[in-house]
């Protein structure tokens, strides 16, 4: 199997089976903001009212990016570290 031009392994998006939790360790920091904005669409659409999200430690990048999107999301009614 050749990958496609774009350097991803696949030619197709991959499902992934959604829960509760997101750890954003799985994915590449450049795919980390997207992949939270499509999780918390579809963790909304199911109706739950308690999600998770791993972030990782590092110099907190992703946590402030964690922080901006959870703070602008219409339908998060508050957040807190763990």
């Known amino acids: 199997m050749s990958s496609p031009a774009d350097g991803t392994p696949f030619d197709e998006p991959v499902p992934l089976e ?3 939790v997101l ?3 799985a994915f590449a920091p450049r795919d980390a903001k997207a992949a939270l904005g499509a999780w918390l669409e579809e ?3 199911r109706g739950w009212r ?3 999200v791993i972030h990782g430690r590092g ?3 992703q946590r402030e990016m964690v922080r901006r999107v959870l703070a602008r999301c219409p339908f998060v009614e508050s957040f807190a570290d763990a």
Request: charged share 20%; no cysteine; glycine share 6%.
């Open 50 to 52: 308690h999600v998770r």
């Open 43 to 45: 963790a909304h659409a």
């Open 59 to 61: 110099i907190g990048v």
């Open 23 to 25: 750890d954003l360790h």
């Open 18 to 20: 959604i829960s509760d």
